[in-house]
């Protein structure tokens, strides 16, 4: 069955530091990759995507993913965070064809401490 | 435009007992979706719905959950009875329709609490 991992439960870091959030799928054929965040209170929102094209996609808020393609990853990225980044984050896949699932990982909370 | 509307926000009741979420989808989205998120886990989806007719809910608990969509637009999820494991956060998303590429956008949620 097709899985997502993201292998970091909870990441606590610094204002300004630098932030990267793996993320790994079982499924080989072709994808469609997002990485969904859920601030303190709100509902579940898209952060960025990758249909085809260029495996570099920018998001949201200076957000941005890559899609490695041979080792099945589509890590988050973003270079400075800020306090209000704090949030949880979730990478999602799905099969690139009709009627499949969008499959979740079970997220990775974000702490920035100011 | 508006998003996606879910009632009830929180819910809590007692196992056994009966429970419904309702939900609205973006206008004009023809495919809806509820999903179950437990505390600690990401969404899992529950049921897929094309205008009225299920795609996809090979993953509903048959057995207690039941959803529709008579026309096409607002949907209802009903768990009947409720079990203590069934206490998670329900989502409702949808999109434009349910094929490659496309984004799903979700709702508050409905928090439910059976005790």
């Known amino acids: 069955a097709q899985s997502v991992s993201q292998h970091n439960h909870h990441v606590i870091l610094s204002e300004a530091a630098s932030l990267e959030l793996g993320c790994n799928y079982s499924?080989?054929?072709?994808?469609?990759l997002f990485w969904y965040v859920q601030y303190p209170g709100q509902h579940l929102q898209l952060l960025l995507k990758?249909?085809?094209?260029?495996?570099l996609v920018k998001g949201i808020k200076g957000f941005e993913a890559e899609f490695i393609k041979s080792k099945f990853s589509f890590n988050l990225r973003k270079p400075s965070v800020q306090w209000s980044d704090t949030a949880e984050y979730f990478c999602?896949?799905?099969?690139?064809?009709?009627?499949?699932?969008?499959?979740f990982g079970k997220g990775t909370t974000l702490s920035v401490s100011s | 435009e508006a998003g996606v509307a879910q009632s009830p926000r929180y819910k809590i009741i007692e196992k056994r007992q009966s429970v419904a979420f309702w939900c609205n989808p973006i206008?004009?989205?023809?495919?809806l979706y509820w999903y179950q998120q437990i505390l600690g886990q990401g969404p899992k989806l529950l049921i897929q719905?094309?205008?009225?007719?299920?795609?996809?809910d090979s993953q509903l608990p048959k057995d207690r959950f039941s959803a529709e969509r008579l026309k096409g637009v607002d949907s209802t999820l009903k768990i009947q009875p409720a079990k203590l494991e069934d206490s998670a956060v329900y989502l409702c998303?949808?999109?434009?329709?349910?094929?490659?590429?496309?984004?799903?956008?979700f709702g508050a949620g409905t928090r439910l609490s059976v005790l």
């Open positions: 998303a949808s999109s434009l329709e349910g094929g490659r590429g496309v984004v799903q956008y």
């Open positions: 499924y080989g054929g072709t994808v469609n």
């Open positions: 990758y249909f085809s094209g260029d495996p």
């Open positions: 999602a896949v799905k099969k690139n064809q009709a009627g499949t699932a969008l499959i």
């Open positions: 206008s004009g989205h023809a495919t």
């Open positions: 719905f094309q205008n009225n007719g299920v795609v996809d």
